[in-house]
């Protein structure tokens, strides 16, 4: 453990206040979120003011996790609080935790004790899939944590797109005709609030829904085309510089993209933006339609899209969208699901695994008619779905699990994980 001190020089006092720390200890491993206690003893002769924690990454620039303050009173103070020592996503390293002690003059002591901080492990909590009915009424099945298959709420009705926002613990469900989007607690699936699209049309509003950290993208087939809500269902504002409809959307960390429709006649394009200053950064122009982006790793994207229901499948650099692989099919592409080297692309003649680094695609590792894929990272198990039946495998397409049941069109699956 480290001291130093600080002292305000526009007061007569000058003396900094004394600081022991017992816990945590140097070096102390932790895993993220975990709570952190902190336990010692202050006293200053002027009387104590406050102590403040503060939990860093050592960077250029730093990382911080997590920062608080304490009230401290008396001259001499024993104390102990608890608090987590980072987020649920912290990342694997070394840290610094920072504790001052500050007097009522703001003179400071600060004590330095570096902490062992590791990745918080993926834990899948609920699989959840998505069902139509033949009136397009769309509701949620799951299995829950004793293994039992539950019916969940109606989610609505014409769904264009269903995200999970793990970080706040809600669902979102965007309505296609409606300019709605439904947010559920994943706590009780209870409903939390309407996002309600200021579009003034009543059809075909939202085309697809991406959740990056505290913000919920709306793209939209009329103006404004892109929308932007806080996780609470503030709305942060709209793109106005989007000339053109946005069929499908996907953010990253501080990165987004867009599978934009360009005006009659000219070819769809994806579009790489920063969302911070929404400006363009890259553009890769196709002649057919994009309907799916994927993020394959922090380098790479997938768009893939149908021509006369033949596949389309492209393997782009993140930022610049430089084209890697390129691959043309006769099959009919219906969606992307996983990361890195468990991706996945599902046709009309069933799921074949990704080659990340050619583009080839290899299989079928699953035959068969289906309308929806889903991957879950924490077993590695791969969910297809087609009406009234789901199907689990294990990533090489060794079948793992059926369910069954008046669950419709399988559409969409979800996964709920512990971050």
Known sequence: MAAFFSACEDDVETTPPSLSI????????????????????????????????????????????????????????????????????????????????????????????????????????????????????ATLHYRDTLGQLQTGPMLGNQLADVKVDNRFRQLIAAESTTGNAQVWSLNDLAPLYTIDLPTGVVQENITGVSVDQDQIYLGSSVPPYLSVYLTDGDRSGAWSSLPYPVKAVLAGESQLWLSVEGQVGTPTKVDHYDPGTEQLQATYITDWRTDYLLELDGDRLVVAGNENRAGRLRILEANSLQAGSELDLTDEIIGLAGQGNDSYVLTNLGAYQLNPTNGNLLGPVVAGDYTAIGWEREFRQLYLGKENTVEVYDANGNAIATYTGGYGKISWFIFQYNK
């Open 22 to 137: 017992n816990l945590p200890r140097d070096n102390q491993q932790l895993t993220a979120g975990d709570e952190l206690i902190i336990q010692g003893r202050a006293s200053d002769e002027s009387g104590l003011g406050e102590l403040v924690v503060t939990v860093f990454r050592p960077a250029s620039p730093p990382v911080f996790e997590r920062s608080e303050v304490f009230s401290l009173s008396d001259k001499s103070q024993d104390f102990e609080f608890r608090l987590p020592v980072s987020s649920r996503y912290a990342e694997t390293g070394e840290y610094l935790l920072q504790i001052s002690a500050l007097d009522i003059h703001g003179n400071g002591t600060t004590a330095e004790i570096p902490l062992l901080i590791d990745e918080l492990p993926w834990e899948l909590q609920r699989p959840m899939w998505v069902g139509e009915d033949g009136s397009g009424n």
